[in-house]
């Protein structure tokens, strides 16, 4: 008998606090392709849990950069960048020649999602994307679609219970949430699993798909710091929404020199002392796909610059 016909017979003595509500069942079953059957065996025992939405509600990156800066960039995770580098030099060598992106920002995403993998998260998975699918109405349809995708992954993936992740959901050396596991995880190391918790070669390869599939640009540059004479010409969202040529009309001028038909944007990060004005480039832009946040982005570059300059000793 499979882990999923013996989950479905213990169903049947699962006293009613143990099952989600069967609206909820049927929404995941459509969403995972499972059963409801499936779907309640998978989730019995879960509760809402309000810690995760009261860490929802204050991101880090509601901070200005002065203060988001410093919890990212230190000394200590620089050193145990370059460690983990020196560690896995074959496999980033590998990665950065076959997906075509640097070594230095594969390292610095597993070092700002997780600590180069020491700190992968607390919450159950399976918890925190019910809570947040269910109740939390601004963002619910999204986490109730990566519910859908966990419920699918975890069954091809046999756990037999919920790794743990962060409040969003998110998992691995890299914290993948779900639809992101399914689409761009890789089988870096070649034993037939997809492994973003203990192998290093998977969460390093997974990463470098990640980047390639969002279309990073080897050897193109990412931000470029900028000075602004009068009003500094600020659009919402990420995308890269006007050029070089018209910046420079604005009275923006970046420390670097480009075709003014490049694709441009310029973002404003607030200092204790005033702001720090910064252009994007493409590649940017390529890493808030990862976490749609500039403060990220910029703290993503930093490291790997840091990086990449430790490393060239």
């Given at each position: 008998m499979t882990?999923?016909?013996?989950?479905?017979?213990?169903?049947?003595?699962?006293?009613?606090?143990?099952?989600?509500?069967?609206?909820q069942a049927q929404t995941l079953a459509q969403l995972s392709g499972l059963t409801e059957q499936q779907v309640q065996d998978a989730m019995a025992g879960v509760e809402k849990n309000q810690k995760i939405l009261d860490a929802i509600a204050t991101p880090w990156e509601a901070k200005p950069w002065y203060q988001y800066r410093p919890i990212f960039i230190t000394p200590e995770r620089l050193k145990k960048g370059l460690a983990f580098w020196?560690?896995?030099?074959?496999?980033?060598?590998?990665?950065?020649?076959?997906?075509?992106?640097?070594?230095?920002?594969?390292?610095?995403?597993?070092?700002?999602?997780?600590?180069?993998?020491?700190?992968?998260?607390?919450?159950?998975?399976?918890?925190?994307?019910?809570?947040?699918?269910?109740?939390?109405?601004?963002?619910?349809?999204?986490?109730?679609?990566?519910?859908?995708?966990?419920?699918?992954?975890?069954?091809?993936?046999?756990?037999q219970q919920s790794p743990l992740g962060s409040y969003a959901g998110a998992m691995g050396m890299g914290q993948f949430i779900p639809s992101s596991y399914q689409h761009y995880a890789v089988d870096f190391d070649g034993d037939g699993k997809r492994d973003l918790f203990a192998s290093n070669a998977d969460a390093i390869g997974s990463v470098a798909n990640y980047f390639h599939e969002h279309g990073w640009q080897m050897g193109e540059p990412v931000l470029a710091g900028a000075t602004v004479k009068g009003k500094a010409p600020l659009t919402d969202g990420l995308e890269l929404d006007t050029t070089l040529g018209a910046l420079a009309k604005a009275g923006v001028s970046p420390a670097i020199a480009m075709d003014g038909a490049t694709p441009a944007k310029l973002f404003a990060f607030e200092q204790k002392d005033g702001t720090d004005y910064q252009v994007a480039f493409h590649n940017f832009y390529v890493i808030t796909r990862y976490n749609r946040s500039p403060l990220y982005a910029r703290a993503v570059w930093t490291l790997a610059q840091q990086l990449e300059h430790a490393h060239g000793k």
């Open positions: 882990k999923w016909k013996w989950g479905l017979a213990l169903l049947c003595s699962l006293p009613a606090w143990a099952q989600i509500p069967q609206d020196r560690a896995n030099e074959a496999l980033l060598q590998q990665a950065e020649a076959q997906y075509q992106v640097p070594a230095a920002v594969i390292v610095a995403i597993i070092g700002v999602e997780t600590y180069y993998g020491a700190h992968m998260g607390t919450y159950p998975v399976r918890d925190a994307l019910y809570t947040l699918g269910f109740y939390y109405p601004a963002r619910g349809a999204f986490f109730t679609k990566e519910l859908g995708q966990y419920l699918k992954l975890a069954q091809q993936q046999g756990w």
